[in-house]
């Protein structure tokens, strides 16, 4: 652990406890240099940080190193003011007591910063919800409103606190930042009206003309130039170069609205801060009588309408002083002097109290709404000046230095003292160290009637004739003897030299200061003129009214002076402080100048004394480093050791000491109290807490271990059933569609059985599901097998029930078919089809030959095409080479037959041979055998008409049926058995006797008939060939 620890000192130690000679001031001040030259503005004493103010960013205060120090071990990392905030806020959660945070140290030594950080670290740190992050967002704008009125420039430090602050804040069980609440002490109101040479009036006024828009200037009656005003010139230094107002302003404004200020309250509030510049303007003259009176009147017209009080009222406030003499209210002159001096007392007071509504109107806005001390820890902030001493010091640096006093007493009760009280109280040998009990001092100053300030108010409230001079010499008659105190006149010859005679010195812990009581009384009594009260009690401004209570007029009771309400104020300081847990920051400034890197001993040697850090330091070594309560210490490591764990019943001291020894404490490094243990060096304690986190983590994983092992296995166990539960559900709702399933199956087929039973019964109940299925079934079958061409025959059969219905349907699918067929037809072949209909109209089952003629397609010329000779073949529609027989002789003659639009002609290749009009066509005969022969029938009555015509042919039905087709005689064609008649000239006839033979055979018989054997025809299958005409000709006919 030691050498851990050292090895954290990289430079230097990082606690001073660690100091060789820790005695020595001058290690002291070595290792301050050491580490300060390093840029390690941190170190500790115990648990007192001393913090060096390096004047520039050294880049420590980022997130990333807040979460470094977040909830490690004090001493685990290198010394840092964010480890003293952890500190305070895990005590505070782990204890649950209240804490502070002590910060002391010489005007600009740091301390506003320090505690700047401190609140930035819990606003980031700390868990926030939505409400919480507006608090957190007010706490840390508060101290921008609060520095703009509260700040000013000093020659010590460009951004110095010129009030003391002690701010709560507030959390809740969570630990986070719920609330605050800002306590102020004396402000320096002198400032307001007086600064010294370098220095400057407070921020606000400069941010104001600065950075305050035209519109609004023009409002308030300002100029942007601070020359014009009184109270802004006396210290000759209106710019910073380190400040930048017109951004601070800006800055200012945001703060203020985020706080909770509203436009009027803005307004109002900057009314106050114009009237007080207004204020320091107005100019008196005097009268010869000596009376003062205004000269100039456009200040008191601006006051009036920024006030919102009677002109003349004020004007003659500012002039004269109320005077009660024997019941009689009576108006006093005033001469320029005391009017000069009512005025700044009236700028103070308005400045003073506005400054305290400002603070109450933060405190308004940072409350935390619920607030009871049961649920909620506080962690307290004490920013407040340091010790003071000037070249003249006067009744602020008497107030601030007795501050300084209270709170070393504090220092000492919390530390030295209690800590030797508290060795002795648990019978521990304890060597006394030599401190400095300041208590002397303070009850010089505050004890009642004779202390400073009880004289200092009898002074300032006995009658006659009063002054800072007399008060001095009531001082010397009554603490004259004083050891602390001195006079001109007490002292001896040498220190004389050094004296005023208007001076008394205090001799204080951190060293003398001589006092100048040149305003002491004034100052102490504050004083306001009553007219000048009653005329702000008037005031339209409801910040005013606020400040300005008219109670105040009729309260008879004299008010208290300065003095003792600072010291009632302290006292109430100090009950706050001490019922809390004390951490100090103790702050050096390195040097003067407010530079970076300059280490001027002189100056550090002279704060080291003044902050009583080496009397601190002895007391930690001569001591013991950490002490607890048995309870407290055992509850908080008894885990480290398995007799303790997880309960010790024995005695509490022996459960310690157990403990401890099973720690393996030596004895030098510990004793035991009464009811306390004792830690001698910080290093036992670190290593316990170390083997605490180690245990922690530990005993973490075996909790979590055990909870996720039991959670684990419930939500197994639930799992698991609801697994069951669900099975048996869904198996209970597979298992009914299945039941479901079965019944339906047997249902059907129970009507399946019962209707084949049925079946042949007209429809009914028992046999209508079988008769539908049936007939579904044939539907279906017909579906998947329709015929797909007219001929194909195919068709499935029927159920009985379905007979007539599937001849119907087979119908109109033929039909449909059939009329699919025509649909897509050509001219052409309907044509044919139609010439082959007629054909078969005449010849079909009447003449042998008529089916050969069937798969043969007609054509319009049976000529060879070097026929083109043949007489008006161009204009026949038909053709045909025909062998004509002469009617007498029935000699054979090769002749062509055309078919012409009105008649037939028979012609013998360039020569008309006959001409046979349709209209003497009186018939055509021809045998029912199958031979070629036919006999055009012609009417004799003409004489141009040779009579009948007997014609052989290859083509015999085609060229009947052209005939009968072009001559329109299709019923005059007549099919002949055995004979045929016709006329050969007029009145005498021929016969052509037909007869069947192997053999065809054409000649003229011995009877002087025409014989002709024709062929018999070998079979008359030929009608497969052509099987769509023959079925289509009888649908042809029907269509
Ligand atoms: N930790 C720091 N890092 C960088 N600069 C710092 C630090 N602390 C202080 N300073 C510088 O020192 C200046 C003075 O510090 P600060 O105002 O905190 O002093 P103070 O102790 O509050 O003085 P006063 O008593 O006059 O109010 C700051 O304005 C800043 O420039
Ligand atoms: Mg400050």
Sequence with gaps: MESALTARDRVGVQDFVLLENYTSEVAFIENLRKRFKENLIYTYIGSVLVSMNPYKDLEI??????????GVNFYEVSPHIYAVADNAYRSMRTERRDQCILISGESGAGKTEASKKVLQYYAITCPASEHVQTVKDRLLQSNPVLEAFGNAKTLRNDNSSRFGKYMDIQFDFKGAPVGGHIINYLLEKSRVVHQSHGERNFHIFYQLIEGGEEDLLRRLGLEKNPQQYQYLVKGNCPKVSSI??????????????????TDDEVEELLNIIASVLHLGNVQYGGEDSGSAYITTETQIKYLARLLGVDGTVLKEALTHKKIIAKGEELMSPLNQEQAASARDALSKAIYGRTFTWLVNKINDSLAFKVWTHSNASVIGLLDIYGFEVFQNNSFEQFCINYCNEKLQQLFIELTLKSEQEEYEAEGITWEPVQYFNNKIICD???EKFKGIISILDEECLRPGDASDITFLEKLEDTVGGHAHFLTHKLADGKTRKVMGREEFRLIHYAGEVNYNVNGFLDKNNDLLFRNLKEAMCMSENKILTQCFDREELTDKK??????????????????ILMSKEPSYVRCIKPNDAKQAGRFDEVLIRHQVKYLGLMENLRVRRAGFAYRRRYETFLQRYKSLCPDTWPNWDGRLVDGVSTLVKHLGYKPEEYKLGRTKIFIRFPKTLFATEDALEVRKHSLATQLQSSWKGYSQKTKYRKMRQSAIK????????????????RREAANTIRRFIKGFIYRHQPRCPENEYFLDYVRYSFLMKLHRSLPKTVLDKSWPTPPPALVEASEQLRKLCMQNMVWKYCKNI????KHQLEQKMVASEIFKDKKDNYPQSVPKLFVDTRLSEFSASVWRLQESSYAVPVTKYDR???????????????????????????????SSLKGISVSSLSDGMFVLHVTCEDNKQKGDVVLQCEHVIETLTKVAICADKMNSININQGSIKFNVAQGKEGIIDFTSGSELLIAKAKNGHLSVVSIAPRNNNLYVHFPALLSLSSLFGKC
């Design 726 to 741: 669900i099975q048996a559900w869904w198996r209970g709702i597979l298992a009914c569609r299945k039941a479901k399933r």
């Design 244 to 261: 930048n107002d017109r951004n601070d302003w800006k800055i200012v404004r945001k703060a203020l609205s985020i706080i909770g200020f």
């Design 888 to 918: 007498n002789g029935y000699k054979a003659r090769n002749r062509q037959l055309l078919l012409m639009a009105n008649s037939a002609i028979i012609v013998e290749e360039g020569k008309l041979k006959q001409c046979i009009d349709y």
């Design 826 to 829: 050509n001219p052409e072949w």
């Design 444 to 446: 010089l100053v505050e």
């Design 558 to 575: 004299r008010p208290e002076t300065a003095a003792t309400q600072f010291k009632n104020s302290l006292a109430k300081l100090m009950e």
């Design 61 to 70: 205060y980022t997130k990333q190193h807040m979460e470094r120090y977040r």
